[in-house]
């Protein structure tokens, strides 16, 4: 009996892509044949690339070792294999004008370059202060989402710019409170304006 778990999951154009508790990762195409093959990790993260054609040709998988995998879609051929350290990969993305570039985020906030175009194959960029959520590249910055908070970094590893998204929602926070202080105050008014006037009556013996 298969008790097998998808635990990622991608959909494309061209097809679907997902990733099991056992290490396998499974390309179900909208025309053509279903593909698998099996990866000596759980996959953490999948990235779809898109090649010269305008279609996705390439997938990169981050897995729970540190370990990533470039497969070719739609046969999941293995076209390449890059390993980063600080525990598992939380976050891929393409770097723009090449193919065969990532950014990679570990579980330990740390920033890496990979790819055959990098020296040394993969180059440590800098450390985030906390696990991150989510990264991407915009233009000359590398943007980081670590929960409520965003950083923007440069190539050098700099703040360029910091958002705390924690105010934005002790704010929002504040002025739901007063909302509701307000409606229930006016409440109050209403109720009180609606009693019938009591008057004082003399007391008969």
């Not at 991150?132 to 710019?161: A, M």
Request: charged residues 20%; glycine residues 10%; positive net charge.
């Amino acid at each position: 009996m298969n008790n097998r778990v998808v635990i990622r999951s991608l959909v494309t154009r061209e097809g679907n892509l997902v990733a099991m508790d056992d290490g396998a990762i499974v390309w179900r195409p909208t025309l053509g044949t279903r593909v698998q093959i099996k990866l000596e990790a759980v996959a953490t993260v999948l990235l779809a690339v898109k090649g010269p054609t305008g279609c996705y040709d390439m997938v990169a998988v981050g897995d729970s070792t540190g370990g990533i995998s470039i497969l070719s879609l739609p046969r999941l051929d293995t076209i390449d294999k890059f390993s980063i350290e600080g525990g598992i990969v939380r976050s891929l993305n393409a770097v723009h004008g090449s193919s065969r570039k990532f950014l990679a985020a570990a579980q330990d906030g740390s920033v890496w370059v990979i790819g055959n175009e990098v020296p040394g194959r993969v180059v440590h960029l800098f450390s985030h202060t906390g696990p991150i959520t989510s990264l991407r590249v915009h233009g000359d910055s590398i943007l980081i989402q670590s929960g409520w908070n965003r950083r923007t970094y440069d190539w050098t590893g700099e703040t360029t710019n910091v958002f705390d998204g924690t105010r934005q929602f002790e704010l929002k926070e504040n002025q739901r409170a007063n909302r509701r202080a307000r409606i229930l105050e006016t409440e109050q008014l209403r109720m009180e304006k609606s009693q019938p006037l009591m008057l004082d009556l003399p007391v008969l013996g």
